[in-house]
């Protein structure tokens, strides 16, 4: 019994001593007041003002703690405004990486903040050293979108540039779209046989670029349908859209010399659901047989139910949408489709708008732009991934950072 | 299965056939769906605008006890404007609540756009032409050509005639391949839809399909 005693206090001891011995050796292991085994701090907390904002953003990175992942539950972050005292802002669990990030974007712009770390086990809590004090700066320009603000200065200098040209009296070319080159046609289609243009403007409000440029088109077509002395009708589902379709159209028969001829239910409201909407104007389009339907917009899976429907009762089709998902549609049951930007060049085109025809002249600027970075950059990394050369490296480099998003 | 889930089955049965009805000629039935379908969902949208717009983002926002807002009465002063068109000498005024949509909507998307559709677009088009698989490599290829030749056809400063009329020609091809799979896609979804359909009417309808 007494042997037994013994040998289970020289057992005690010489694990204690080994546990003092391994402790000595790491030296990090620290023991508090009721003998628990509490957690290594985490070291190396580096507290930055988070680049580009407007102060209201502190950056902060620590090193993970010797222990993490096994044996702790995580790490408390704790702030200090000035002088003041520690208060806990966050909790972030363990993850087992080298290093560890937060973002405390709960500061405010032009104070100062400390913070330190703690780590938390079932041991207990270890803190790490206070951190510097950051303070949080409002930054007026974000740097890391130099180049999109150099991008944007060529595309928009080159659009203020060609609509001041256009308006010098210098006749800017503009080649043929097919779709529009149908349009009188397809008016005179239906003065001739005494029938309604059916317009849609799409189902999304004026926020929308597409139904700007409906409403642009629908400038033109209503002038036409002014001049022939034809009837328009459009069913629309934003009340706003309605209105100015309403304002465009007067307009238009203004500009024709036959205001009197103008009424407000040229447009009217349906309804803003979708398919509410579509089996509205699939009935308008049975009933008075429209000889030319124009769907001009932004369109979702309505696109097919009416284009099949204007198919069905023999109407000519012409349809423009950047949507594409609804394109194809569009493409198989329409008889002239305007393909994504077509549609907005339509309405330059059509309008020959000194402002209209400058910007799309501008935007064919920033395509010969894309164009020869892409057949730059292409090149430059195609070259550097086969041979490695160090001025394709640089190039390849550039062109990355010159479309950079981040 | 209560009274009224019963009801709501039938009524579902018969606005879907009087809606699939059209696809025979226009009838009496779907003239029936058509108006009461409008008539809802006007009336819906009327309420859900009430609730969204005028009472959560107006009237709740400038009551507020603790934090009463001031902007979202410069809504108000826009919508009121859109009104002055009900009469002829002040009508003029509706114009500036639909110019400054207009005008700040292009602004706000101006950047979104640029970024999203152009500068990501070519950086995802910078692509080694020369790495990876087989199949890596004819697909980078075939995204550097499509790209370019698409780019092409919406350039419309120059006549398509030509070694560039030829690009265009490759870039619409690209852009009707890229739709034909995109169509066969959507009408199969559809498909999908028309079944649920079919299977409402035989299967909860009709209890034919158990």
Same mark, same amino acid.
């Given at each position: ?31 508090d007041?009721?003998?628990? +085994? ?46 003041g ?24 712009r ?6 330190? +770390? ?35 200065? +060529? ?23 097919s ?13 001739e ?59 238009s ?68 949408t ?68 160090k ?16 | ?43 819906y ?24 807002e ?32 207009v ?43 499509g ?43 559809r ?20």
């Open positions: 019994m007494i042997f037994g005693k013994s040998l289970y206090c020289s057992f005690i001891i010489i694990a204690c001593f080994f546990t003092v011995a391994t402790a000595q050796n790491e030296a990090v292991a620290t023991v007041s009721v003998g628990q +085994i509490l957690p290594q701090p985490p070291g190396n907390i580096i507290v930055a003002d988070h680049k580009y904002d407007n102060g209201g953003i502190i950056d902060i990175a620590w090193d993970r703690s010797p222990d993490d992942p096994l044996g702790i539950d995580g790490y408390n972050i704790y702030r200090a405004c000035g002088d005292d520690f208060e806990i802002v966050a909790f972030v669990l363990p993850g087992g990486m080298e290093s560890y990030s937060f973002i405390d974007d709960k500061v405010e032009g104070e100062s903040y400390r913070y330190k +770390i703690s780590v938390i086990s079932s041991g207990g809590e270890s803190f790490s050293e206070s951190s510097v004090s950051v303070r949080g700066d409002w930054e007026f320009f974000d740097l890391d979108k130099l180049n999109i603000l150099i991008l944007g200065i +060529i595309v928009c200098g080159s659009v203020i540039g060609f609509i001041f040209t256009a308006r010098a009296g210098r006749k800017l070319f503009i080649r043929k779209i779709g529009l080159e149908a349009l009188e046609e397809a008016v005179g289609r239906a003065t046989m005494g029938r309604p243009i059916l317009f849609i403007p799409g189902i999304l409000d004026m926020d929308d670029v597409q139904t700007l440029a409906a409403i642009t088109i629908l400038a033109r077509v209503s002038r036409i349908v002014a001049d022939y002395d034809s009837k328009i009708e459009m069913p629309v589902s934003r009340s706003l859209v309605m209105t100015t379709a309403r304002e465009t159209i007067k307009n028969y203004l500009a024709a010399g036959r205001p009197d001829a103008y009424y407000d239910d040229m447009v009217h409201y349906v309804t803003d659901e979708q398919f509410g909407y579509v089996a509205a104007v699939n009935g308008i389009m049975v009933r008075d047989k429209p000889a030319t339907c124009l769907y001009l917009g932004a369109f979702f899976a309505e696109s097919l139910i009416l284009a099949e429907t204007g198919n069905y009762i023999g109407a000519i089709q012409i349809a423009g950047a949507r594409p998902g609804q394109l194809p549609f569009f493409v198989a049951a329409c008889d002239y489709t305007l393909i994504g930007e077509e549609l907005f060049a339509a309405s330059a085109y059509l309008s020959g708008d000194p402002k209209q025809l400058g910007s799309l002249k501008g935007q064919d600027v920033g395509k010969f732009v894309a164009m020869a970075a892409m057949i730059i950059g292409t090149l430059a990394v195609t070259v550097v991934s086969a041979w490695q050369f001025f394709f490296g640089w190039l390849s480099d550039l062109m990355y950072s010159m479309f950079s998003t981040n | 299965m209560g009274f009224w889930e019963q009801f709501g089955i039938w009524l579902a049965a018969l606005f879907t056939i009087g809606i699939i009805s059209f696809l025979y000629k226009d009838n009496v039935l779907y003239k029936a769906c058509e108006a009461i379908f409008v008539g809802v969902s006007a009336g949208w009327f309420v859900v605008y009430y609730w969204d717009m005028l009472y959560k983002k107006f009237y709740q926002q400038v009551t507020d006890p603790v934090n009463p001031w902007y979202p009465w410069l809504g108000v002063i826009l919508g009121v404007l859109m009104l002055t068109r009900l009469s002829n000498k002040i009508g003029w005024l509706s114009r500036w609540p639909l110019a400054f949509v005008g700040a909507t292009a602004g706000l998307y101006m950047m979104v756009y640029f970024v999203s559709n152009a500068i990501v677009q070519i950086q995802g088009t910078i692509v080694p032409l020369a790495e990876g698989t087989a199949g890596d490599i004819i697909a980078n290829i075939l995204v550097a050509a790209t370019f030749c698409g780019l092409i056809y919406f350039f419309f400063s120059k006549e398509h005639r030509g070694a560039f009329g030829g690009a265009a020609k490759i870039g619409i091809w690209f852009l009707m391949i890229t739709f034909g799979a995109s169509f066969g896609y959507t009408v199969m979804s498909m999908s839809l028309m079944i649920g359909r079919i299977d409402f009417l035989f299967g909860r309808w009709l209890e034919l399909i158990p």
